[in-house]
């Protein structure tokens, strides 16, 4: 369902009431419903009420109601456990919830806030009872007949389901907003804003101060809070202040200027239980300006706020060198004395006066606390950064908000979380906020303050979670922002991915309401502790020696993934863990089910959260503090042996401790190294540094310049000490003996690679080098390293060699290190490689493809191409291939690949309800893409050029990106233009609108190998509930390097040539300025030639050189 909020209707409604046994009617229809009725489940889904005007019931079971035109059976209503009777002069509602599980009055589809058809059928499948196509709607308002069953329609809010419309306000139209002359953003110089009315005869009213324009504030209303508290014993309360909030009548233009030199409003309003707030700021802060504007008419519905802050200063954009967001809502909602929860407020005073004697803590009272109950709506503004001095914002959502966090909820910059839902506005938060991964929208994100953090270094928690990015359990991922608050600097916060069942959803593709989620000691967020108490009931009353006892704790928990997250814990030097900060799940299931994709398998799974006690934080957690027997202490109160016991008694078992050391060393060898740490550590550094001046000055040195330059000093000591200190404790722990190095060469890098034990040694593994070979790492004498080595597609694996000596012809070989070793892995050319599609070779000059007849035979595909289907509907760009396409180009519904004759081919998905409403050949939703398959030996330059281009726009934008990766397997990888750019073509609003892409040349990894795959990824850029954009593809060339000369030289030497071969009729030739170069052969060949100034092409008695091809 598409929410749209700001539409004025302008569709035709049509009623036609046929007689079957007696008139039934649509009576009233919601689209988008937040928060007007929920259902059986407690969900708020789209309705329809249908009236019946008649003295006798009438039994609608076996009806139909469909939404569209093409299909009146499209939903049958059956008989079920719900009355399908709609009573004589009465209503029936029917839920349009998508979901027709839930019921046998609900829909296998809802309604489009952007309108559309609705239809009612009678049992017979082709007689119409009655039918409407309605325009735009609003979140909580109806549309309906006034009166019940008469050809005239109204909004309503407040909605009247399942009851008579007659005695409701009905309002002819909904309002669209005012109008604002300039888009929200930054600038260098004033603004004349000006608001546009949406109608003749509307007014406008606006605010300045963050608070929703309302007509009851025109002269203003207040509000109290406080700036004392009595934190300590025998201190008084602070005296009432008074805020005021104002509405203002639009009658002409807003001047908008630079308002640094304003005074201070916000941030000299008391966030703490300090009797003197120590955190206001003692000078001026940076300011915008926050206008949020209505539009008001009588005889309509208000229209929606329009909320846009403008920043004027004269750096303009390039002031902030971070995302810049700017929340705006009433002061009244974060420090009212009485129901702010920005602010310790009424709840800390009634905790003193209740304990006049006791010091402030945990325990300690505070509006902050309040959950829930107090979600308040809020608008959120984002602006990416750039080098433009006027730059517009990137996306903007009314969404809820809510204090986050523990204990820092007492600090004076709090955590905000965010919530997208349709309480507020929008269900999602349709921005890739986080571009490293592949989402592109959100239900929750937390703004967060640095936690315990907050007043040092400000991002260690950010910092350890994003060091460990590349293992294997869930990290918050993060971006640092600038936040401004009711248009007042509030300073830096880090952006951050919440834990929670829509993230599973999102991320695992696992039901939000198929979750155990856990805290702490087994309590729930989600779902039930069950399973979790028979895992440890199972560890604790059996043994773990045993193997078959160890086999099946791993069917009831993801012992690699639980390995991996206290490794990482462990070194980060966590001390507010494992007795807190700790978060597992599951997806619920029967049992275990080894078959299942990633987490959907019933097993426990860990996710890092809230690391901020690490990395050197505090007195205690130097690098040779000893988290390893922190963790597995077993009668300590802090911590609690149930903290510790199913890591103490899975080491017991010598497979795991092998597993758990192995592992542990091999990260010491690649991201826990002190060069991958500190580089990283770094850029943190240099992303927060040029921010740092203005954060301390706004929070009074909270922390100073200096405390944060010192912290970082603690940090970068702890990344360059820790390893050593760790191999200690490991060897301490498990009584290991000496380090022992292991250097790893390899006959060729582009022939294949060498895994040891759990790392590949590749250029694309964290913490190894861009050149990894030749590649040392430290390890114990006692545990075994493994060895494997993995051929590039095209070669295979020969011998391990030690100096001369072949030691193993085995893929796989286990090393013992009693002394330091070095081996080889050597790699040959396999002579029965055999991929699809087979490769294009480039000894046949450039390849081409220019079209695709519709009349192809089904399956067959152009040469050394093949089309590709994914493995997930509507596929995102993490979707994998599945398998190839086998259906005809001709057509004209469904999910399918159209030839296009000399326009090439497009590729569209489609979606159904019924299972078998797809085209043979084409998985329905899941067209995937084009793959082309080339061998590249011999060549040092390859170009690709493309073009892309709209079909039909549709409204689901889908995106056509080229990637490729080195042979037939593994993940697919960006090409990336000269600029660093993805190459790819995006939805045109426009149909026939084409692109052209390239030559985009093939990274250097790609060349020289006999299989390299080129996939044109279709895909799903922005998520919607409309039809899907149709892509073409089109003109595809993938042409050899240009051979230009290096010196004077034999026409037929390669050592001439850049492309390091005699030129051919594929060959476009260039002889560099000064170069002399002589053909020496009878005949010569080149596709063009070009002399530039001062060069020669000599030509002996006889020789030729023939152009073209």
């Not at 608070?211 to 004392?228: E, H, R, V």
């Not at 599945?882 to 004759?901: M, Q």
């Amino acid at each position: 369902m598409k929410k749209n909020y700001f539409l004025l209707l302008g569709a035709l409604c049509l009623s036609i009431a046929a007689t079957y046994s007696q008139a039934l009617y649509i009576n009233e229809i919601m689209a988008t419903n937040s928060r007007t009725l929920a259902d059986a489940t407690g969900g708020y889904e789209d309705w329809i009420e249908l009236y019946n005007p008649g003295p006798t019931p009438v039994n609608i079971a076996n009806f139909y109601l469909t939404d569209s035109k093409n299909n009146p059976t499209r939903h049958r209503i059956m008989p079920g456990t719900s009355s399908t009777v709609v009573p004589a002069q009465g209503f029936l509602l029917i839920w349009a919830s998508g979901v027709e599980s839930r019921g046998n009055l609900h829909l296998p589809f809802r309604l489009s806030a952007d309108g559309e058809y609705l239809a009612l059928y009678a049992d017979d499948g082709t007689t119409l009872i009655d039918s409407l196509s309605f325009g735009p709607q609003r979140t909580d308002v109806s549309w309906g007949r006034k009166p019940n069953g008469t050809a005239d329609w109204f909004y309503f809010k407040p909605a009247t389901p399942n009851a008579s419309n007659n005695a409701s306000t009905g309002y002819t139209a909904l309002l669209d907003p005012p109008t604002f002359s300039h888009q929200a953003g930054f600038y260098t110089s004033d603004l004349s804003l000006s608001l546009q009315a949406p109608a003749p005869g509307a007014t406008i009213l606006y605010t300045l101060d963050g608070s929703d324009p309302d007509p009851a504030n025109l002269a203003g209303t207040t509000f109290i809070y406080k700036n004392q508290y009595p934190r300590d014993p025998g201190q008084g309360v602070g005296p009432n202040l008074l805020e005021t909030l104002q509405t203002y009548a639009y009658t002409n233009p807003i001047t908008l200027t630079n308002r640094a030199n304003q005074p201070n409003k916000v941030s000299v309003k008391s966030s703490t239980f300090d009797y003197t707030p120590y955190y206001f700021p003692s000078a001026l802060i940076n300011k915008a300006t926050v206008v949020r504007a209505i539009a008001y008419q009588e005889g309509t519905l208000p229209s929606a706020i329009i909320t846009n802050t403008y920043f004027i200063n004269p750096a303009g954009r390039p002031r902030y060198s971070l995302p810049v967001i700017s929340l705006s809502t009433s002061e009244k909602k974060l420090f009212d004395y009485n129901t702010g929860i920005y602010t310790a407020g009424k709840d800390f005073v009634d905790w003193r006066n209740a304990f006049p004697n006791e010091s402030v803590g945990k325990q300690s009272g505070g509006n902050y606390w309040r959950e829930s109950d107090y979600r308040y709506p809020m608008h959120f503004e984002f602006f990416e950064p750039t080098s433009e001095p006027t730059s517009a914002r990137a996306h903007r959502q009314d969404m809820g908000f809510q204090i986050h966090g523990g204990f820092s909820r007492t600090n004076p910059r709090k955590s905000i979380r965010l919530y997208a839902d349709s309480d507020f506005g929008d269900n999602e938060l349709a921005y890739p906020i986080f571009p490293r991964l592949p989402y592109t929208s959100y239900k929750r994100l937390i703004l967060r303050d640095g936690g315990t953090d907050w007043a040092k270094a400000l991002f260690r928690d950010a910092f350890a979670q994003d060091l460990v990015r590349s293992l294997r359990f869930d990290i918050q991922d993060n971006r640092p922002s600038i936040v401004f608050l009711n248009g007042e600097y509030w300073g830096i916060h880090n952006i951050r991915d919440r834990h929670d069942r829509f993230y599973l959803e999102r991320v695992y593709g696992v039901s939000r309401d198929s979750v155990d989620m856990l805290v702490l000691d087994r309590e729930v967020e989600e779902g039930s502790s069950a399973k979790y108490t028979e895992l440890i009931n199972y560890v604790n009353a059996n043994n773990p020696l045993n193997a078959g006892n160890y086999a099946h704790v791993q069917t009831l928990m993801d012992t690699d993934n639980f390995v991996d997250y206290t490794v990482a814990e462990i070194f980060s030097g966590n001390s507010d863990w494992p007795f807190n900060n700790i978060r597992y799940w599951r997806k619920q299931t029967t049992g275990y089910l080894p078959n299942a994709p990633y987490g959907h398998d019933g097993r426990w799974r860990w996710m890092m959260y809230d690391v901020d006690y690490s990395f050197g934080f505090g007195i205690f957690n130097k690098a040779s503090y000893n988290t390893l027997e922190y963790a597995t202490a077993s009668n300590e109160t802090l911590p609690p042996p149930w903290s510790t016991l199913l890591l103490r008694r899975l080491l017991a078992n010598e497979t795991f401790r092998n597993s758990f050391i192995t592992r542990f060393a091999d990260l010491l060898n690649t991201i826990f190294q002190a060069s991958h740490t500190s580089a990283l550590l770094t850029t943190y550094q240099q992303a927060f540094q040029p921010e740092m001046n203005e954060h301390v000055a706004r929070w009074n040195n909270n922390p100073s310049l200096t405390d944060w330059n010192n912290e970082l000093t603690e940090m970068f000591t702890f990344s360059q000490q820790r390893p050593a200190h760790m191999r200690n404790h490991l060897r301490a722990k498990f009584g290991l003996s000496s380090d022992r190095n292991l250097t790893i060469q390899i006959s060729n890098a582009a022939h294949g690679h060498v895994r040891v034990n759990t790392i590949d040694l590749l250029p694309t593994t964290p913490g190894v080098s861009a050149t990894p070979y030749p590649w040392t790492g430290v390890y114990f004498q006692q545990v075994p390293v493994v060895l494997r080595a993995r051929a590039v597609q095209g070669y295979r694996f020969a011998r391990w060699q030690e100096g001369a000596n072949t030691v193993s012809t085995d893929t796989v070989y286990s090393v013992t290190l009693a002394a330091s070793r070095t081996l080889q892995a050597v790699f040959e050319v396999d002579p029965n490689f055999s991929p699809i599609p087979a490769p294009y070779t480039f000894s046949d000059c450039a390849y081409e493809f220019s079209g695709w007849p519709a009349d192809t035979t089904a399956g067959v595909f152009p040469t050394h191409m093949a089309f590709v289907y994914m493995n997930q509907p509507d596929p995102p760009l993490t979707a994998e291939i599945e398998g190839f396409t086998s259906g005809v180009y001709n057509f004209e519904t469904r999910s399918r690949i159209n030839g296009l004759g000399e326009d090439g081919i497009a590729f569209i998905n489609t979606t159904s309800d019924t299972p078998s409403n797809f085209n043979d050949g084409y998985p329905m939703g899941r067209m995937g893409g084009a793959l082309l398959g080339l061998n590249t030996l011999g060549q040092n330059a390859a170009y690709v050029s493309w073009t892309g281009g709209t079909v039909l726009p549709n409204n689901r934008e889908y995106a056509i990106r080229l990637q490729y990766r080195v042979g037939d397997s593994g993940p697919f990888l960006d090409l990336l233009d000269e600029q660093g750019q993805v190459v790819e073509y995006v939805r045109n609003p426009t149909a026939g609108h084409s692109q052209r892409f390239g030559p985009t040349a093939l990274p250097a990894n790609a060349l020289n190998q006999p299989y390299v795959q080129l996939l044109w990824r279709y895909y799903l850029r922005t998520p919607g509930s409309s039809n899907r954009a149709q892509l073409r593809l089109d003109d595809i060339v993938v042409s050899r390097g240009t051979c230009e000369s290096l010196a004077s030289g034999d026409w037929n030497s390669t050592s001439t040539w850049s492309c390091g071969r005699v030129p051919t009729l594929c060959d476009e030739v260039v002889l560099r300025p000064g170069h002399i170069v002589t053909l020496t052969t009878p005949e010569n060949y080149a596709k063009t030639l070009h002399i530039e100034e001062d060069s020669q092409l000599v030509y002996l008695e006889n020789n030729t050189l023939q152009l073209g091809y």
